[in-house]
């Protein structure tokens, strides 16, 4: 079946640095990607999405590559803040009808100042 | 809008006691979705709707039902809480399968 895994957590990181987190996924067919953001006693949101191979996700500074060839959508941000600072998600949804999101275990990032 | 309401924010329950959690959406969305959240775990979903009057299983139905009369509401309901329930349940929402789901603030329930 499907299954996304992301890697292990929590990370650190001080102001202004970069920032990657790493997602690869196992899918049948050809899924749409996602990542979604939860801040702290909130319900997840959307950060970005990418629905074919190539295509690049973006929002917030915030960026991630549709990768087919290695099954990979890592988010990369280049000057990370505190503000950024959640619970990051990656999720696909394969393109069957009624085909459900599968998440990753998400991964805890802070940002100290 | 309002987008997706939950409530209610936190409850506790005692073994073998019954609650519903309510969900309403404010989207005209088609797709409903009740998911839980363990520490470490990610999602996952228990029951998912296509539309009002259809309802089916996701990966961790036992313990729960669930009902769709409207298309802006989509309530779950426990039975015979157990301890293994003690999680935060997020409900969300979305036009169609393929497009981005909205959640909403969700439910910390914990049953002693």
């Known amino acids: 079946g499907d299954s996304v895994t992301q890697m292990e957590g929590p990370v650190t990181l001080s102001e202004e640095a970069f920032l990657t987190i790493n997602c690869t996924y196992t899918?049948?067919?050809?899924?749409?990607l996602f990542w979604y953001v939860q801040y702290p006693g909130e319900g997840l949101q959307l950060l970005l999405k990418?629905?074919?191979?190539?295509d690049k996700g973006s929002n917030k500074g915030f960026e991630a590559t549709y990768r087919k060839e290695t099954t990979s959508f890592h988010l990369e941000k280049g000057s990370v803040q505190v503000s950024d600072s959640a619970v990051y998600f990656c999720?696909?949804?394969?393109?069957?009808?009624?085909?459900?999101?599968?998440f990753g275990k998400g991964i805890t990032l802070s940002v100290r100042p | 809008n309002a987008g997706v309401t939950q409530t209610p924010k936190f409850r506790i329950l005692k073994i073998g006691q019954s609650m519903t959690l309510q969900c309403t959406q404010d989207?005209?969305?088609?797709?409903m979705y009740w998911y839980r959240q363990d520490p470490g775990m990610g999602l996952k979903l228990i029951y998912y709707?296509?539309?009002?009057?259809?309802?089916d299983k996701g990966e961790v139905p036992n313990g729960y039902n669930v009902s769709r009369s409207t298309t802006e509401d989509f309530p779950l309901r426990l039975e015979l809480a157990a301890p293994s329930q003690t999680s935060v349940y997020f409900c969300?929402?979305?036009?169609?399968?393929?497009?981005?789901?909205?959640f909403g603030p969700g439910t910390r329930l914990l049953v002693l």
């Open positions: 969300a929402s979305s036009y169609s399968h393929r497009e981005t789901q909205y």
């Open positions: 899918a049948t067919g050809y899924p749409s």
């Open positions: 990418a629905t074919k191979a190539d």
């Open positions: 999720a696909l949804s394969e393109a069957g009808a009624n085909s459900k999101l599968t």
């Open positions: 989207m005209n969305h088609n797709y």
């Open positions: 709707s296509v539309g009002a009057g259809i309802t």
